[in-house]
């Protein structure tokens, strides 16, 4: 079953699904219209269908979150679903490296496996939706992967969604994604990828946009298209998204150049393109959702010619509401209703490929149960690519692997090293039951004494997970969990555990089987303790929805005094961004202190999830990190980046970082200092990057015994 109450959310993102002969007129005669009729072949099925649309119903169907059309049997859908490394923000699945990672295995036979582990665990949801009346945003079959953009400034905040900057490999590992998400079936696709951004789409974050590129005819052909033209010519994607940005003074979405004389004219492409999400509204010189008028191009004037310059330019369906404005724009004469039908005949088409309206029993995908998701061969893969994906940069006279005889005793320091983030990336899979690389050097090492310090921020002023030792629960380190049923904390919890750090991400999913994913609330309780004397900044970060139909509460008490308490009722909204809140605790001296942080949440799919963050100061931490240094025979630091830092568009303003994107490649300050630091008690230095984007280490490579590259890994890295 879904990791959701799905009585409770009946008839979420639309009318319920009216099945296929209940027509309006025929429903009680059993007539089949041409389009209910599998025997007929697709072309006609979807011009029939076409053909009954009133000109709203159709608009209506031109934005990702399609609307149902019960009188025709048309049930809602969205087109909106991420897969980069695994089937994502549906609960668990099976957690693949990130992208930059799965390039460096250099398998395409493994991104082709990849690729149709998402697709299968993307399709058993979908099975396991639909069977309850959920037509929801990331449950649909149209998989907007892979990210082939080349990944050309190593600043580039979205480089690691990307396979790298040598288009030849890009083309071939996207290209063997794309035939594993969409499968080999003659007749129907397991899912549609969606290779993007189309094209020459690589940062910065902060202007895209606005930004015009004019790339010459050489540098298109040879660096920015040859991944795009394999997806499409020989992977055979049915699917592509077009970008942000301007090419040669046209927005992407609207530009003949790409859509009409390449994709459709030399490539002979013959599925439908989507925007990225509010492309469109870029078009114009109104104000914006996704950031402000600032960001248009000014192509035209308002949203309605935005829409009309969309479709006429062959962007079939829009990320966002700005294609409902087209039966207005039929109306002012600014586009034809033929011309919004042909749009319309390339998304019924992909819906009828999907087997979206044929008999289950006829469909062979729509055999596949939920117990596909995170099955053991999956799991297996997503081990094998982490393997695969992590490269030995150095290795001091044959310093790894290390030997288990001469090494009891082992300092685990940095913060990557227990930062859920650091295994995941952006646009993540949730994985069930995550080890983290602390964990991880524990159970390998079994038999051996680890001590762990968190050792450095990511950079000074940033904000962390607060590590485990910060956080006892009698002799144990975190804090006693007690996880109830019900979002009021009523009766007695359904189990108690010890959560090592409070960092949890439950969207589309819950805490554990014995928890209803509707309706839960969470108390912890222990010892707060800080590394010196001061005033802590801490923080409390919950879940992201898109769309939000939640409520949650959250309160924190410290020393028996109430340091937060607020009450988030988004019913109304629809979407929201992790949200935060700050409180500040003064510690007069090294005494922990009582805590009690309680999180209730109900939902009807998305959004649950919180985070306890602080802000510590670097010198305490790298004390500790040199006192671990010191009981120890190795050091094994985990070092580099976190997604938190670099992706998509985020309000990240500190040294080296800005807006997603970096704004140098070195290793930040505090983890340098840091490395240095454990070095000079002369104990053997093993470093680990965890990262997305390139990072420098000038100082690492000259005194480090050894050196990893581990990406992001996914499930299997640590």
């Known amino acids: 079953m879904l990791n959701l109450s799905l009585s409770r959310i009946h008839g979420l993102c639309g009318f319920a699904l009216v099945l296929v002969g209940a027509t309006a007129g025929h429903a009680q005669t059993g007539d089949k219209l041409p389009y209910q009729n599998q025997s007929l072949p697709i072309e006609q099925r979807v011009n029939d269908l076409v053909g009954r649309m009133t000109l709203e119903e159709k608009a209506a169907q031109m934005i990702n979150g399609a609307a149902a059309i019960p009188r025709l049997g048309v049930p809602a859908y969205d087109y909106w679903n991420e897969g980069l490394h695994g089937s994502a923000r549906s609960g668990p699945s099976t957690l693949f490296p990130q992208a930059i990672g799965n390039a460096a295995t250099f398998d395409e036979p493994l991104l082709h496996r990849i690729g149709e582990v998402i697709s299968t665990e993307a399709r058993a949801k979908y099975n396991e939706a639909v069977r309850h009346d959920i037509h929801s945003i990331y449950y649909g079959l149209t998989v907007w992967s892979p990210n082939i953009n080349i990944f050309r400034d190593p600043r ?66 040879d660096t920015y298209l040859p991944a795009f033209r394999s997806a499409i010519v020989n992977g055979k994607a049915d699917s592509i998204m077009c970008a942000y940005n301007a090419i040669d003074g046209k927005p992407a979405c609207a530009s003949d150049l790409l859509l009409k004389d390449i994709l459709r004219g030399d490539w002979k492409f013959q599925g439908f393109v989507t925007s990225d999400c509010g492309a469109i509204e870029d078009f114009t010189s109104e104000d914006q959702s996704y950031g402000g008028g600032k ?34 724009a039929v109306k002012q004469g600014l586009i034809k209703e033929s011309e919004v039908d042909v749009s319309l005949r390339r998304l019924f088409t992909a819906r009828f490929r999907l087997g979206l309206f044929d008999d289950p029993a006829s469909m062979p995908y729509a055999k596949v149960p939920y117990a596909a998701i995170l099955s053991p061969d999956h799991q297996q893969a997503a081990l094998q690519a982490a393997r695969e994906s992590m490269v030995l940069l150095k290795n001091n006279n044959g310093a790894l692997p290390l030997n288990a005889t001469k090494v009891r005793t082992i300092a685990v320091v940095g913060p990557n090293a227990n930062d859920l983030f650091s295994i995941l990336g952006n646009y993540y899979a949730i994985p069930q039951n995550p080890v983290l690389p602390v964990d991880g050097i524990a159970t390998a090492a079994k038999g051996k004494r680890v001590i762990y310090a968190q050792s450095a921020p990511y950079s000074e002023g940033l904000k962390m997970v607060v590590p485990r030792t910060a956080l006892q629960n009698g002799k144990a380190e975190g804090l006693r969990g007690e996880y109830f049923a019900n979002d009021h904390f009523d009766g007695k919890p359904a189990f108690t555990r010890v959560d090592k750090e409070i960092s949890f991400d439950w969207s589309g999913s819950k805490p554990a089987a014995a928890i209803p994913s509707e309706a839960f609330s969470v108390r912890w309780t222990g010892m707060l303790n800080a590394p010196g004397p001061g005033d802590y900044t801490y923080t409390v970060r919950t879940g992201e929805c898109y769309p939000c139909h939640d409520y949650e509460s959250v309160s924190v008490s410290i020393g028996g005094e109430q340091k937060l308490q607020f009450v988030s009722d988004t019913e109304a909204k629809e979407s929201r961004s992790k949200s935060t809140k700050e409180f500040t605790v003064h510690f007069a001296d090294t005494k922990p202190m009582p805590v009690i942080i309680e999180y209730a949440h109900r939902a009807k799919l998305f959004g649950a999830g919180l985070t306890l963050e602080w802000q510590p100061p670097v010198a305490p931490l790298r004390d500790a990190a040199v006192d671990a240094a010191k009981q120890a025979d190795v050091v094994i630091a985990f070092v580099g980046l976190n997604p938190n830092l670099e992706g998509e568009e985020m309000p990240i303003q500190v040294p080296g970082f800005a807006g997603g994107d970096r704004t140098d490649i070195a290793l930040p300050a505090a983890q340098q200092h840091m490395l240095e630091a454990v070095k000079a008690t002369g104990k053997p230095l093993f470093v680990v990057l965890i990262n997305g984007s390139a990072v420098a280490i000038n100082w690492a490579k000259e005194n480090a015994d050894a050196v990893l590259e581990a990406w992001y890994p996914g499930q299997g890295g640590a």
């Open 156 to 221: 580039w905040g979205r480089g690691q969604e990307t396979y790298g900057e040598d288009p030849f490999l890009t083309a071939k590992l996207g290209t063997s994604f794309v035939r594993g998400i969409q499968g080999d079936d003659p007749k129907y696709f397991r899912a549609i990828a969606t290779p993007k951004h189309y094209a020459v789409h690589s940062g910065p974050e902060a202007t895209r946009h606005s930004d015009n590129v004019e790339p010459t005819r050489h540098d298109l052909w």
């Open 295 to 328: 960001h248009a191009h000014h192509y035209v004037q308002t949203d309605t010619e935005a829409a009309a310059v969309g479709v006429k330019s062959g962007t079939d369906t829009s990320c966002g509401r700005d294609y409902l404005h087209l039966a207005d």
